[in-house]
């Protein structure tokens, strides 16, 4: 799907100003980031056997077809897991303390879950939301965020705050 790297690249050291960690995507998960950019939330569905599967990849573990389409999701989810991470942090992310990052099991894909952010409303910053507000089985919907021009990540809002 994607390899989300910053401190060094194929190339040596990286000298890149510090920032968001920003997906790098591979060719099996490029379609998931264009719909993103577009608004639109997709997971990679067997053709075949209609069986989604994420992280995207060449052939269903399921049936072993290479057959594949991207299936919408309505956006909706729960939070599954969660973590508040603690310093010390990224320089990008220190003064975002307390964030969080979830794990989103999706409503219409049970078995599929998605890493992000879970924010008091669309745009706002990773430590928008108050911690205390977080609770394993939440319902969530999807918000997608513009992080640097042409990387747009999905991201949650709760549902009854």
Do not use: K
């Amino acid at each position: 799907m994607s390899s989300i790297m910053r401190g060094t690249t194929d190339n040596g050291p990286d000298t890149r100003p510090p920032g968001p960690l920003l997906p790098e995507p591979d060719e099996d998960g490029a379609p998931f980031w264009e719909f993103a950019a577009r608004g639109e939330l997709r997971v990679q569905t067997c053709a075949d056997c209609h069986e989604p599967r994420f992280p995207p990849r060449p052939c269903c573990p399921h049936c072993q077809s290479f057959a594949t389409a991207w299936r919408r999701m309505t956006g909706r989810g729960r939070i599954w897991s969660y973590v508040l991470p603690h310093p010390p942090l990224l320089p990008f992310y220190a003064d975002r303390a307390p964030y969080n990052v979830a794990v989103v099991e999706l409503a219409d894909a049970p078995r599929i879950r998605l890493v992000g952010n879970v924010v008091a409303a669309p745009g706002a910053r990773l430590d928008s939301l108050d911690p205390a507000l977080l609770r394993i089985g939440a319902s969530v919907r999807v918000t997608f965020d513009e992080l640097a021009e042409g990387v747009t990540v999905p991201r949650w809002l709760l549902e009854r705050p």
